[in-house]
Nanobody, 124 residues
């Protein structure tokens, strides 16, 4: 079993950037596809990005393409989400998740482990 912990959230002005991290304990992340989701106030949690086990494939939510980069750390214990040109509508709690089965899952139900989330607030 793997435990996930997100960090890097905070308050940023519109147009700014943040880099979120998802650190693993218990196991390395090499056996998991890793995804990021977010949940804005009053809304359902939605898919943001996913990266395959070896990092060869990544996918992003259509509305976020061009502003995000998901990557894996060299030691395979951390996954990152670089977010640029942030907008007020990006305000949400961001969660990382690990999936044992699918190559690049994009549904919540396909993930096995979740972190507690980190708050991102973008001021306009």
């Amino acid at each position: 079993q793997v435990q996930l912990a997100e960090s890097g959230g905070g308050l940023v002005q519109a147009g700014g950037s943040l880099s979120l991290s998802c650190a693993a304990s218990g196991r390395t992340l090499s056996r998991y596809a890793m995804g990021w989701f977010r949940q804005a106030p009053g809304k359902e949690r939605e898919f943001v990005a996913v990266i395959s086990r070896r990092g060869g494939r990544s996918y992003y939510a259509d509305s976020l393409k061009g502003r995000l980069t998901i990557s894996r750390g060299n030691a395979d214990t951390t996954v990152y989400l670089q977010m640029n040109d942030l907008k007020a509508e990006d305000t949400a709690v961001y969660y990382c998740a690990a999936a044992e089965g699918p190559l690049t899952p994009r549904k919540e139900s396909e993930y096995d482990y979740w972190g507690q989330g980190t708050q991102v607030t973008v001021s306009s």
